[in-house]
């Protein structure tokens, strides 16, 4: 892999910028490249990838770090380098001091690290992981295994996972489309329309791609949509559609029949949807700007609604494989706002349902405060709804998995982002 001294040197000066956690890393890359277009592909995709290596396993970097020398936005660097370079492509770019270093670093054992160390995640985010593991092991003392199982899979960039739009195509064909492109993909093991694709090819480059038979979105956010289980010619709300991709697949699995709400408060979020539907095929999608959970566009629909998808705002902790910094920007504090919200767009919601009508709330995060709590809290406010388990809509949608109640998904476990979801009922 070609390296050379400038680009050492911009990854040091682009890490000290993310480092001071000030908006999001994505957000602080895409302005560096920008503000650099004479770095090209191959040298972003490098700087990249090593500036996220390091927000991964940033107290194990810290850790060894301690004992190497110049300043530590370098130190990290180099071993964010290292990690996806490898060291040979360090050696004639670095002093003769810090390859002495390199070397040393490169021989120890990441299993010999405290275990501290080794979770590379803030204590208040490894206490409360740590007792929500416990409630799933069987063994006491295999808490600590499972954690350091679910934390050295979080140091890894997550998988590409692809929704087949059943629109357009069957999951043979675009598994076959991928192969003549050279792309090497399987079957996702659980959602039924999923592909994951080997590597990270341009497949938005790819014919099949332009001509709307898939879309690119992780497993867990496709069980989501299991869950709601539109039907044909339904009245369906995706109450929080951020950029569409549950969107994109409720309309599909509705046929493009019925009518499908999409709310969001970010018009910009809305307008990235209006190419994806025009690709789709979809023609019951109807996208709808809102100012906040209670705008009068949703009180319009008040009891019309067959099913909800709230997959409300979070902390996104489920995501930390994509969004590493994620770990290191949140806090408590934030969270318990959050929480705040998150009741109160659930309960906005609940209105649109009709007498028998699904809702299902969703979040991309580990903590119970984000997810039971928030459940608890509106079924106790809301005698109308009563839960449904969720291993039974799985069994109903011929999906191999059981997480009992609740859908609770690990990266460690099941190989998509950490999702929780809870499936309730109108009944009167």
């Known amino acids: 892999m070609r390296l050379h001294r400038f680009l050492i040197g911009q990854t040091e000066v682009l890490l000290s910028d993310v480092l001071k956690f000030d908006n999001l890393a994505k957000v602080i890359t895409s302005k560096f490249f920008y503000a650099h277009p004479k770095l090209g592909r191959v040298d972003r995709s490098l700087i990249s990838e090593a500036i996220f290596a390091v927000l991964r396993r940033k107290m194990e970097y810290e850790y060894l770090a301690e004992r190497g020398s110049g300043?530590?936005?370098?130190?990290?660097?180099?071993?964010?380098?290292?990690?996806?370079?490898?060291?040979?492509?360090?050696?004639?770019?670095?002093?003769?001091?810090?390859?002495?270093?390199?070397?040393?670093?490169?021989?120890?054992?990441?299993?010999?690290?405290?275990?501290?160390?080794?979770?590379n995640l803030p204590l208040w985010i490894e206490s409360i992981v740590r007792q929500r593991l416990a409630t799933i092991v069987a063994k006491p003392n295999a808490v600590e295994q499972e954690l350091l199982q679910l934390t050295?899979?979080?140091?890894?960039?997550?998988?590409?996972?692809l929704r087949v739009n059943s629109i357009r195509a069957h999951r043979n064909e675009v598994l076959t489309a991928l192969t003549r492109s050279y792309v090497r993909a399987e079957p996702t093991p659980y959602a039924p329309l999923g592909i994951r694709v080997l590597g990270k090819p341009a497949v938005h480059m790819m014919p099949a791609f332009q001509q709307g038979w898939f879309e690119v979105q992780d497993e867990g956010s496709q069980l989501l949509c299991e869950l709601v289980a539109p039907q044909h010619g339904e009245m369906v709300v995706d109450f929080c559609a951020g950029v569409g991709n549950k969107t994109l697949a409720l309309g599909a699995m509705m046929r493009s029949?019925?009518?499908?709400?999409?709310?969001?408060?970010?018009?910009?979020?809305?307008?990235?949807?209006?190419?994806?539907?025009?690709?789709?095929?979809?023609?019951?999608?109807?996208?709808?700007?809102?100012?906040?959970?209670?705008?009068?566009?949703?009180?319009?629909l008040a009891g019309k609604i067959d099913r909800a998808l709230v997959n409300a705002p979070c902390s996104g902790l489920g995501t930390l494989r994509r969004n590493p910094d994620l770990k290191w920007r949140q806090t408590p504090q934030v969270v318990s706002e959050l929480a705040v919200k998150q009741i109160s767009i659930?309960?906005?919601?609940?209105?649109?349902?009709?007498?028998?009508?699904?809702?299902?709330?969703?979040?991309?995060?580990?903590?119970?405060?984000?997810?039971?709590?928030?459940?608890?809290?509106?079924?106790?406010?809301?005698?109308?709804?009563?839960?449904?388990?969720?291993?039974?809509?799985?069994?109903?949608?011929?999906?191999?998995?059981?997480?009992g109640d609740n859908l609770t998904l690990w990266p460690h476990q099941h190989g998509t982002d950490g999702f929780f979801a809870a499936v309730m009922q109108r009944v009167f």
């Not at 004639?92 to 979770?119: A, F, M």
């Not at 050295?152 to 996972?161: F, I, M, R, T, V």
């Not at 997810?371 to 191999?400: G, H, M, Y």
């Open 257 to 300: 029949s019925g009518r499908l709400y999409a709310f969001d408060v970010s018009e910009k979020r809305l307008d990235q949807i209006k190419c994806k539907i025009a690709r789709s095929g979809l023609s019951n999608v109807h996208l709808v700007a809102i100012d906040s959970e209670h705008d009068i566009k949703i009180k319009r």
């Open 152 to 161: 050295s899979s979080l140091n890894h960039p997550a998988p590409l996972d």
């Open 346 to 403: 659930l309960a906005s919601a609940a209105q649109l349902l009709r007498l028998g009508g699904r809702l299902v709330y969703a979040t991309c995060s580990f903590l119970g405060d984000e997810n039971e709590s928030i459940v608890e809290q509106f079924i106790a406010a809301d005698p109308k709804f009563k839960r449904i388990a969720v291993s039974q809509v799985l069994v109903d949608q011929k999906i191999a998995l059981n997480t």
């Open 71 to 119: 300043t530590l936005a370098r130190r990290l660097a180099l071993l964010g380098l290292m990690q996806v370079a490898g060291l040979n492509a360090l050696r004639l770019h670095v002093s003769q001091q810090e390859l002495i270093w390199l070397n040393y670093v490169s021989k120890i054992d990441p299993t010999s690290l405290p275990t501290r160390v080794r979770t």
